[in-house]
Nanobody, 116 residues
Framework: QVQLVESGGGLVQPGGSLRLSCAAS????????MGWYRQAPGNQRELVAR???????NYADSVKGRFTISRDNAQNTVYLQMNSLKPEDTAVYYC??????????WGQGTQVTVSS
């Protein structure tokens, strides 16, 4: 099994920055990809950014150029650096880990609120 613990959410003004962290533990070697998703009230959960063990990354169009996903393999941690935040980025952000043939594990979520 894999366990994920997110941190770094909070309240920030428009134009500000936050960095989210997702620490993985357990069967780390079986993870193929890790990603960040978000869900705003009344909306479906959507992909924000994803990175694979091969180093490929992809981003939602709405965050390209503002958000960066990175991975520290030594710390088994994935980060989401969020810059130029907008009110529409307000959501609960979830980390996930994909393991082939074993499914997807989700973190507990962390709230990000962008407001003046």
């Amino acid at each position: 099994q894999v366990q994920l613990v997110e941190s770094g959410g909070g309240l920030v003004q428009p134009g500000g920055s936050l960095r989210l962290s997702c620490a993985a533990s357990g069967s780390i070697s079986s993870i193929y990809a890790m990603g960040w998703y978000r869900q705003a009230p009344g909306n479906q959960r959507e992909l924000v950014a994803r990175t694979t063990v091969r180093g490929s990354t992809n981003y939602a169009d709405s965050v390209k150029g503002r958000f960066t996903i990175s991975r520290d393999n030594a710390q088994n941690t994935v980060y989401l650096q969020m810059n130029s935040l907008k009110p529409e980025d307000t959501a609960v952000y979830y980390c996930n880990a994909e393991r082939p043939l074993r499914g997807v594990t989700w973190g507990q979520g962390t709230q990000v609120t962008v407001s003046s």
